[in-house]
């Protein structure tokens, strides 16, 4: 009978010991749920602090979100810094580049030798690669650091296609370069004036590395949650190694090093369409032109 008696107490006791342990542990974990919910919300503050662990686990995190803060506003700081110094850049260079632009001009009227033509057309090619150099700086810049803002809008492509193609056919036929646009009904979700920018790279792109006698096509694949505008061309292809450098800022592949250009348009073109929730694949090989296929979504 004691025996039982024994037994039954010590259930009792194990019973008010679990359930004792349960609420403490509900409780802590109600306390952890809270402070998470408040650092998210930025209203985190440490309760009176004792010997607990858990008071030890807020005060812990109090000071990181602490020093989180400090390097966010330190970093914000920074951006402003480069980006008004970006901005003064572009502004005390415009007007001397559009001086430079003008002055060879009206130098290349005037009657001089072949050689000195040529010499002339060079500095104004120069000057026009340092023009298109800052004003992609500074639309990268503005990207960046948000103060670009894209107001994307369900609308065909049909039309932002066909300007991009009047825009770009002269500089195809220059080179012989037959430049298509397949027709098209689909529609996406896009920023007009930043999408025609980032597409209107791939097709400058692909115009620039194809030989005179190649053709460059543009065609759009639907699918149900994106679609693509795919650039493909019948350059010289790039290699599988290649693939992912492309899209750094001021990376050019060393098979493009003697066409001009400044290795910006694709990081532009990336970060264009990643601030709309779209991305960018290319597809190529040496000898087998590439398709640079820029995705957006449908809505």
């Known amino acids: 009978m004691m025996a039982q008696i024994l037994l039954l107490l010590a259930a009792a006791v194990l019973l008010c010991v679990s359930v004792v342990l349960f609420f403490r542990a509900r409780n802590t974990h109600d306390r952890l749920d809270n402070m998470i919910d408040c650092a998210i919300r930025g209203e985190f ?40 110094l970006i901005g003064d850049i572009s502004h005390q260079t415009r007007t001397p580049i559009a001086n430079i632009l003008l002055y060879t001009s009206l130098l290349d009227e005037e009657p ?44 065909p492509l049909a039309p932002m296609l066909e300007s991009l193609y009047q825009t770009y056919l002269p500089a195809a036929q220059d080179k012989n370069i037959e430049l298509t646009v397949a027709p098209t009904t689909v529609s996406a979700h896009f920023d007009p004036k930043w999408t025609t920018e980032s597409v209107g790279n791939l097709i400058d792109n692909a115009i ?56 910006i348009g694709l990081y532009l073109t990336r970060q264009i369409l990643r601030a709309q929730n779209g991305y960018i ?19």
């Open 45 to 84: 503050q440490p309760t009176r602090y004792d010997e607990s662990q858990i008071s030890r686990t807020e005060q812990k995190l109090a000071q990181y979100l602490s020093a989180s803060v400090l390097s966010r506003t330190s970093l914000d700081e920074d951006r402003a810094r480069i980006q008004s």
């Open 208 to 263: 620039k590395y194809t030989p005179e006698g190649g053709t460059v096509q543009i065609t759009v694949q639907d699918a149900p949650m994106y679609c693509a505008v795919c650039v493909a061309d019948s350059g010289p292809g790039i290699a599988e190694t290649e693939h992912a450098k492309i899209f750094a800022r001021f990376y050019r592949a060393p098979s493009a090093a003697q066409i001009p250009g400044v290795g």
């Open 281 to 299: 694949k290319v597809s190529s090989a040496p000898g087998k032109g590439a398709v640079f296929s820029a995705f957006l979504p449908k809505n």
């Open 112 to 155: 001089l030798t072949e050689e000195q033509h040529a010499l002339v057309k060079q500095a104004c090619q120069q000057a026009e690669k340092l023009r298109f150099l800052i004003d992609s700086l500074v639309k990268t810049s503005h990207l960046e650091t948000g103060l670009v803002q894209v107001h994307p809008v369900t609308s």
